[in-house]
Every structure is written in C-alpha cells, then in structure tokens.
C-alpha cells in the first residue's frame, strides 16, 4: 500500500528556533499534500495544502509566514515552523493524494506524524 | 513490520446498523483512534479507546480488544450524513501514528 513518512518523528528545540519537518510518498507520487495540527484527542485541524511546483493554500487562521510550506517535487513537502514558540507545541501530521490511483482520488494516505515541543 | 488492516468499502442501508472492523499488529501499543472523514474535509475525531471494552457515545461506538489486536466501529440507526471514509490508526510505542486504509461507507436510501 502506500506509504508517507514523516522526519523527524520527535523533536524539542529552544524557544525562537526553527524547524523543518519532511513529509515524503514513498512509493507514489503526490501533486497534493496536507499539513495538519492535532492537540491530543482532537480532530486533525487542516493547516495548508501544499501543491507541487505552486504556492500552498493555507486555512484561515494559518500564518503563511510562520507556517513555511515548500513541495518541490512530487514525493516531498516540507512545512518549516519558523521562530518557534511553545504554544506551536503539537503534533503536526501529513498526507498525500495519489492521483495515479484508479480508485477514489479523495483518498489521502496518513504520514506518522511529527511531535514538536518547543521549550 | 507495523500494519492495519481495515475493509476498502462497505454498503449499509439508512437506519441500519453497521459494524467496521480494523485489526491491527503494531510495535506497541498506546491507543485506537477512529476518525471520521468526508470527502475534501479533514478528518474529525470520533474516539479513543485505550482500554479493552466498549465505548458508547450517542450513535457511534467504538470496542476494543488489546489482546486479539482489534477494534470496531459501530454506528447505529445510520443517516445519508454518515456516508464517509473512516479511519483507524494506533499510536504506537514511540507515539507515531499507525494508518489503516480507511473504509469507505455508502449509505444507501
């Protein structure tokens, strides 16, 4: 089946740093990738969709410019928390669409997740 | 390796009762979760279970049994609404998140 995956899984940084999480297809390409955010035991909060080789499309009351998204090729996107602060502590989560697939083309493919906590 | 196993696709009528089934061998074990996701939306959170036994909460409940590695969903007196992907995913021992497939379900009048 296919798989996303995610780097790094875990990861704590100083408060005003910032950090780069992948998210990659490895299996199938994706033109369409999404960032979530989940605070635990809630529903996944849509961030931005990020579309290869164009701008993300980020959610109302998403901040373009601390939310960095970047999908340079069809198996990766990158979404970089910039100056981060703890209250961006979360877990942060990626899928992607394969459009090749012959069935459902909603059907979006769940990445690990990545633990951000910033202290 | 980590897998879930969920069915692709399941058919109900409306107002019936309809079971999703999801098994799952993970490298440990720290929670089910069911989310609900309709198509172009993000996936909402229906319920935890972390312990074995069921969970009731108003037309959806969830069961768990750790032993056997398995779970189900059950939604009850089904609605059109109810026509979505469901997914199921386990938090691991490392607290990453384990994907099924999702199962699709149509409801039909």
């Known amino acids: 089946g296919a798989v996303v995956s995610q780097h790094p899984s875990w990861v704590i940084c100083k408060s005003g740093t910032s950090v780069k999480i992948e998210c990659r297809s490895l299996?199938?390409?994706?033109?369409?990738m999404f960032w979530y955010r989940q605070f635990p035991k809630q529903s996944l909060m849509l961030m931005a969709t990020?579309?290869?080789?164009?701008?993300?499309?980020?959610e109302q009351g998403v901040e373009k410019d601390k939310f960095l998204i970047n999908h340079a090729s069809l198996t990766l996107s990158t979404l970089t928390v910039t100056s981060a602060h703890p209250e961006d502590s979360s877990f942060y989560i990626c899928?992607?669409?394969?459009?090749?697939?012959?069935?459902?083309?909603?059907?979006?493919?769940f990445g690990p997740g990545t633990r951000l906590t910033v202290l | 390796g980590q897998n879930i196993d969920q069915p692709t696709e399941m058919t109900a009528t409306e107002g019936a009762i309809v079971q999703i089934n999801c098994t799952y061998q993970?490298?440990?074990?720290?929670?089910l979760f069911w989310y609900q996701q309709h198509a172009g939306e993000a996936p909402t959170f229906l319920s935890y279970?972390?312990l074995d036994g069921l969970e009731e909460k108003g037309r959806f409940s969830s069961f768990l049994s750790r032993s056997k590695g398995y779970s189900y969903l059950l939604l009850k007196e089904l609605q059109m609404k109810d026509s979505a992907s469901y997914l199921c995913?386990?938090?691991?021992?490392?607290?990453?998140?384990?994907w099924g497939a999702g199962t699709k379900l149509i409801i039909k009048p």
């Open positions: 899928s992607a669409r394969d459009l090749a697939s012959g069935r459902d083309t909603d059907t979006q493919y």
């Open positions: 299996d199938f390409q994706a033109t369409t």
């Open positions: 990020s579309n290869e080789g164009s701008k993300a499309t980020y």
């Open positions: 993970t490298s440990g074990f720290n929670g």
């Open positions: 279970n972390v």
């Open positions: 995913a386990v938090l691991d021992s490392n607290y990453q998140l384990i």
